[in-house]
């Protein structure tokens, strides 16, 4: 077997909403500023009982479904999460156990919001060096557990969600090619200040857990390398941008996607966008997306797409998946 291929994806979002609206009540923003400057909309929030493992369950179990695969057959589980039930075990170890996988391989990755590409990158591989026959791909976050809700520069933009997808390993491509990246030079402009080993307060928000970012500098770093990316990605497929069908972007921001857009020459009708419904929901953001396009039937088997993200570290990365 040569390649891995998406067999099946699916998502979960929960129930409670978050509108512009609601946001006006607790800090001094707009929906009218909101909409303009970022897409955003709306977000889903976690309910109280709710963590990162019981989204990302059920975005498992409707990838299997779809993908007509039992919790038996699948070889290794990795999880892209910035935001982890526990400090230990991992997501990905209490996924296997709820999911009812056999005693394979799980882990987390923490690569914000680029993990699950980070993740993507990792089952790929796992498959095609045949150690692992299926995959199980999970992109999850339980934010709104770590965003500051008097921070109007980051609480109007992030939100709770799960995406997943199921590998298989083929003959026909597939996953074509996948490419991580990190510089962890600019650590300062978007970071959560602490974690355990750096004195962990049990007060959360005391913490300063928080994610913390200057969303200007941000932007025009993400603008920048989501374009060399995208160069890179189809530079080692010997493509051209002409070739694409669908750019599935990681959703933070309307104004970065229409830019990486417009760098591939590809009007927004060839965009799968779901920012307006959910905000930036990190690692289970382009999973997200893809399921959307997946199941209302714009993306057909053939279809060549293109997977992009970049996020706190910096990291980026992008996969470009033959349908
Ligand atoms: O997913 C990981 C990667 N993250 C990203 O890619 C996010 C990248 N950054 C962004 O998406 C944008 O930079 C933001 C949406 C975060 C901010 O948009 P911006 O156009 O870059 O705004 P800004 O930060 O330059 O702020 C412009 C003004 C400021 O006011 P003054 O100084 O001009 O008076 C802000 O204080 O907008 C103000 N502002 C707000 N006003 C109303 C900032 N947040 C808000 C808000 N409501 N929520």
Known sequence: MSYSRIAGTGSYLPEKILTNADLEALVDTSDEWIVERTGIRQRHM??????????????????????????????????????????????AVLLQERLGLPHVGAMDVNAACTGFLYALSIADKWIRVGDADKALVIGAECLTRIVDWKDRGTCVLFGDGAGAVVLEASDEPGILSTHIHANGEHVDLLRSRRGISTGFDFDLHNGGVTIEMKGNEVFKVAVRTLGRIVDETLAANNMDKSELDWLIPHQANLRIIAATARKLNMTMEQVILTVQNHGNTSAASVPLALDTAVRDGRIQRGHKLLLEAFGGGFTWGSALVQY
């Open 46 to 91: 976690a309910a109280e009982h709710q963590t990162t493992s019981d989204m990302a369950y059920e975005a498992a179990l409707r990838a299997m479904d779809m993908a007509g695969v039992e919790p038996s057959e699948i070889g290794f589980l990795a999880v892209g999460t910035t935001t982890p039930d526990l400090v230990f075990p991992s997501t």
